[in-house]
Every structure is written in C-alpha cells, then in structure tokens.
C-alpha cells in the first residue's frame, strides 16, 4: 500500500500500526503538504459490528475535543477500495515516541521524570473527566502515551493518544456492556463491563509502575489482584509509593475520587497513607464476618483485668458487709424489706461488671437495617437499638475525646461514629445514650488500627465516606 492515495488526498507513508481489523498510517495530506495519522478500519473478516460501534464513537469524541495533549480530529471518510473497504478517521500526527517504544530501547525514567510525566496526564485527564459527560479513555497504557523529547530538566511533552476506547458516561448508563481494555492496566470494574473515571486513574498508576518498575504490571499482580511492586523499585520518597499504592486500589472507593484530587495529593502529600487498605491487626478479637448484603461485627468484651479487680473487690466486700448488718440487725427474712431500688442498683452493677468480663456486643447490618445488641451468656440485656439502613448517612472517627462528670474523668483515644438520621444509637462500653451510634475505644477494648479497620470495612458495605473529628470533649452526665 505504500504510495497508495486515499480520497484522493492521502498519501501513505509508512504503517503505525495493526490491531485486528484495524490499521493505523502515516499519511502525506495533498492539500496542506503535512503528516497525519490515518485510522482505518477495515470491513474484513476480522470486523465486528462493535468495532464500528467503538470507531464512530472516537470520531465523535475526537471531534469534540480540544486539548494540546490529545491528537485534534481532522476528518473522517469511508473507504471503497477494490482491496480495502471501511472508514477512515484522520487526526493530527504527533512526531514522539510511545513510553512503550522508550522503555524497549532501554531508556529508565528517574522519580523527577515519572512523576512530571504523572502530572501531565493527570491535567489531561481531569480535562476529560471534568466534561458533561465524562470522556473516559478505558485503555491507558504505556503503548498509548507519547513523550516528546527532553527539553532542559523537563521529561518532554506527554500526550495520550487512541481513544478507540473512549466512551462516556451518558453512554456507559444507558449502553451495552463491553469489556475494553488492556489486562495489567484495567481496574477489576473494567472486567465487569464498568468503567468510571477513577479506572483510568488505576490504569495510569498502573502505567507509572511499569516505569519505575521496568515490569509488566500483569506480572506483578499477586493472587488478591493488587500490583506488588514495593520490593521492585527504589524510590526516595514513601509519599510516591504510597500515592501508586493510592492510585492501584483494587476497590473503586479507595482510589482518589478525582484526577484533581490526584494531582494535589501528588503535589502537595498529606495522608494518603490513610486512605490505604487496613488489615485486621493480628491480635485483634473481633470477629468481622461479611456476606453480599450482611455484615455482622461481634466484639468481645475485655475480659478481667486487674483494674476492674480493683473496682470490684470493694463493692463486693461492701456488699457483703450490708448484707451481713441487715441479717444481723433485721433477720434473714427482713432483708426482703430493704428497698427494691436498692437491689435494682446492685443487680446493675454486678450485671455490668459480667459483662465487661463475658460479654459481647453485636453490630448487624443488612439491606434493611443495622442493629446494635449487649448479650451475656447468650442473653440479650436490652431490646436491640436499631435503626433504617437507609437512615445511615455518615461515618465519623473522633480522637481524643475527653469527657468530665462530677464523678470521673475518662478519655477515648478513638471512636467510631455511625449516623443514623434522628435516631441514632451508642455504643460505649457500658454507658447508653440514644443519641449517637458510637464504638468507643476504652483501654483494652480496641486499639486505633482496629478503629481504622472497621471504619474501612464499614465504609466499603455502606458505601460510605470517612469523616474525622480531632477533638471532642463533654462536661457533666
């Protein structure tokens, strides 16, 4: 084909490239004496009806399109050759290698160079993303980024180029499904036909660890389907790391939620480290079990401690001691007479004391509610605080929390907050207010990575964001 004239117009050059039906030139226009790309696609017998679909879609998109880092759409034509039928689309050439082509070549890219390329790409993305609605690419690789040559400290000019992917979201909610896509550089929602903007955020992490890395994310991927890629690279900065840790979350809720939001954390770290997966601390004893539309947390009360010795080796000698004067003085059978809200209290505190050393409290949650229980010896002591699933609206870990009364004073390093509309519930130890859903963090009754991870769990089922309060401090009952 080489020399061969389409429309009239284009003369081609040389081949870019080949994919399954498709090809892609560098073409001479005729009228203006400049290179640029020509894609065709061609009805062979590789074509299918959803390469078409895909095809058109590009040129749409292309078109509507304006940015200096994305090829400008030309113009588009059918082709009706005796050995060649299909459309073409015509886009501006960009002279500059892929990142693929760089790296074959055995060129290694410095932490300086990795994240300007990051920074370029992420201004092209929220440029995408930010559009109503959303321009998603859906195949992010180091194939379809083209890096210009060096230009004093600066990495060079980063364009992303083939969208033969794109799509958007007002045709993602109302489409087909279609997996598109690169394995090793597709988030797992791509792998369900889903795709949002935050996948290609997961796919230019992904991108970026091949440059630091010099390996196949694919080859990275462990049986849990993260990229293991710590142990293959030596970056100064932990901030880095953490940030493509940030970026290659497997669950779509855990990665930035916007290539914006991206970008500053990049620019300007705080605490991505935070926003990382939290495992279970090993000597935990709660008890975290989660189906599809069930989640039921057990938690264990701490058990006999020397401190609650030391509370309650007085009230049971001062106990027994009442006892004993009020049989001596009034008769075994008078000490029915002593007044009931005096055994009411007895009762209370000896049931409390129970149940720090055996019980349990249990937090369920389903489609339809969450349900807060105190059992000892498989006896629930109150009626189940519960309210609507729909009622829950926030998530919230307060630090530092002192509280004062006449009595005591007390401090919760940590707690975990579930709001719950008008009625919510609280859970702290031993205290009941009906105004707050609370997990309290008492000494030996959580630690705050235990606090981080059942916020995380509890955020992913509801679908919840985290909120932080730093300081909480209450005088009085």
Same mark, same amino acid.
């Given at each position: 084909m080489t020399r061969q004239i389409l429309q009239e117009r284009y003369e081609i050059q040389r081949q870019l490239g080949k994919n399954p039906g498709r090809k892609t030139l560098l073409v001479k226009d005729l009228e203006t004496e400049e290179l640029v790309v020509v894609k065709l696609l061609n009805f062979d017998i590789e074509f299918d009806w959803q390469d078409l679909k895909l095809f058109e879609r590009e040129a749409q998109i292309l078109e509507?399109?304006? !940015?200096?880092?994305?090829?400008?759409?030309?113009?588009?034509?059918?082709?009706?050759?005796?050995?060649?039928? +299909?459309?073409?689309l015509v886009q501006t050439y960009i002279p500059a290698k892929s990142l693929e082509e760089h790296l074959q070549q055995g060129r290694t890219f410095s932490e300086t160079e990795v994240k300007q390329i990051a920074t370029a790409l992420l201004e092209v993305l929220t440029y995408l993303h930010s559009r109503q609605p959303a321009v998603i690419h859906r195949d992010i690789k180091p194939s379809n980024i083209l890096l210009g040559d060096r230009s004093?400290?600066?990495?060079?000019?980063?364009? =992303?180029?083939?969208? +033969?992917?794109?799509?958007?979201?007002?045709?993602?909610?109302?489409?087909?499904?279609?997996?598109?896509? #690169?394995?090793?550089?597709?988030?797992? *929602?791509?792998?369900g036909g889903r795709a949002v903007p935050a996948s290609d955020l997961y796919s230019l992490g992904a991108t970026l660890i091949y440059l630091v890395t010099g390996n196949h994310p694919a080859d990275l991927l462990g049986d849990d389907m993260v990229i293991k890629f710590e142990e293959s690279v030596n970056l100064s900065s932990s901030d880095f790391v953490n940030w493509l840790k940030w970026m290659t979350q497997t669950t779509l809720k855990k990665r930035p939620s916007s290539a914006e939001v991206a970008l500053q954390e990049l620019e300007n770290p705080t605490v991505v480290e935070s926003k990382l997966f939290v495992a279970k601390p090993q000597d935990s004893k709660v008890q975290l079990t989660k189906k599809k539309d069930e989640l039921e947390i057990i938690i264990p009360s701490p058990g006999f401690s020397s401190q609650l010795g030391i509370i309650c080796l007085p009230m049971l000698l001062m %106990?027994?001691?009442?006892i004993y004067i009020t049989v001596i003085t009034l008769g075994a059978i008078l000490i029915l007479i002593v007044p009931i809200a005096f055994w009411?209290?007895?009762?209370?505190?000896?049931?409390?004391?129970?149940?720090?050393?055996?019980?349990?409290?249990? @937090?369920?949650? $389903?489609? $339809?509610? @969450?349900?807060?229980?105190? *059992?000892?010896?498989?006896?629930? %002591?109150?009626?189940?605080?519960?309210?609507?699933?729909?009622? @829950?609206?926030?998530?919230?870990?307060?630090? /530092?929390? #002192?509280? $004062?009364?006449?009595?005591?004073k007390y401090e919760i390093s940590?707690?975990?907050?579930?709001?719950?509309?008008? !009625?919510? !519930? *609280?859970?702290?130890?031993? =205290?009941?207010?009906?105004?707050?859903?609370?997990?309290?963090?008492?000494?030996?009754?959580?630690?705050? %990575?235990?606090?981080?991870?059942?916020?995380? *769990?509890? +955020?992913?089922?509801?679908?919840?964001?985290?909120? /932080?309060?730093?300081?909480? @401090?209450? /005088?009085?009952?």
């Amino acid at each position: 084909m080489t020399r061969q004239i389409l429309q009239e117009r284009y003369e081609i050059q040389r081949q870019l490239g080949k994919n399954p039906g498709r090809k892609t030139l560098l073409v001479k226009d005729l009228e203006t004496e400049e290179l640029v790309v020509v894609k065709l696609l061609n009805f062979d017998i590789e074509f299918d009806w959803q390469d078409l679909k895909l095809f058109e879609r590009e040129a749409q998109i292309l078109e509507e399109l304006s !940015h200096p880092a994305i090829p400008s759409y030309l113009d588009s034509f059918k082709v009706d050759l005796p050995d060649t039928k +299909g459309f073409g689309l015509v886009q501006t050439y960009i002279p500059a290698k892929s990142l693929e082509e760089h790296l074959q070549q055995g060129r290694t890219f410095s932490e300086t160079e990795v994240k300007q390329i990051a920074t370029a790409l992420l201004e092209v993305l929220t440029y995408l993303h930010s559009r109503q609605p959303a321009v998603i690419h859906r195949d992010i690789k180091p194939s379809n980024i083209l890096l210009g040559d060096r230009s004093g400290n600066n990495v060079g000019d980063v364009y =992303l180029v083939d969208f +033969g992917a794109v799509k958007t979201t007002a045709v993602q909610q109302g489409g087909t499904m279609t997996v598109v896509g #690169t394995y090793g550089y597709m988030a797992q *929602e791509q792998f369900g036909g889903r795709a949002v903007p935050a996948s290609d955020l997961y796919s230019l992490g992904a991108t970026l660890i091949y440059l630091v890395t010099g390996n196949h994310p694919a080859d990275l991927l462990g049986d849990d389907m993260v990229i293991k890629f710590e142990e293959s690279v030596n970056l100064s900065s932990s901030d880095f790391v953490n940030w493509l840790k940030w970026m290659t979350q497997t669950t779509l809720k855990k990665r930035p939620s916007s290539a914006e939001v991206a970008l500053q954390e990049l620019e300007n770290p705080t605490v991505v480290e935070s926003k990382l997966f939290v495992a279970k601390p090993q000597d935990s004893k709660v008890q975290l079990t989660k189906k599809k539309d069930e989640l039921e947390i057990i938690i264990p009360s701490p058990g006999f401690s020397s401190q609650l010795g030391i509370i309650c080796l007085p009230m049971l000698l001062m %106990l027994s001691g009442l006892i004993y004067i009020t049989v001596i003085t009034l008769g075994a059978i008078l000490i029915l007479i002593v007044p009931i809200a005096f055994w009411i209290v007895v009762l209370s505190v000896w049931q409390q004391i129970l149940f720090t050393i055996f019980g349990l409290t249990r @937090i369920y949650i $389903n489609k $339809n509610k @969450i349900e807060i229980t105190y *059992e000892l010896f498989g006896s629930k %002591l109150t009626k189940p605080d519960s309210s609507a699933r729909n009622d @829950i609206c926030k998530l919230e870990i307060v630090e /530092r929390s #002192t509280h $004062n009364n006449t009595v005591s004073k007390y401090e919760i390093s940590a707690s975990l907050i579930i709001w719950a509309g008008t !009625h919510n !519930h *609280e859970l702290v130890a031993f =205290l009941f207010d009906k105004g707050i859903a609370k997990l309290s963090m008492y000494p030996k009754f959580f630690t705050s %990575l235990e606090i981080e991870w059942l916020a995380q *769990e509890l +955020g992913d089922f509801l679908e919840l964001p985290i909120s /932080r309060d730093s300081v909480s @401090i209450k /005088r009085g009952w």
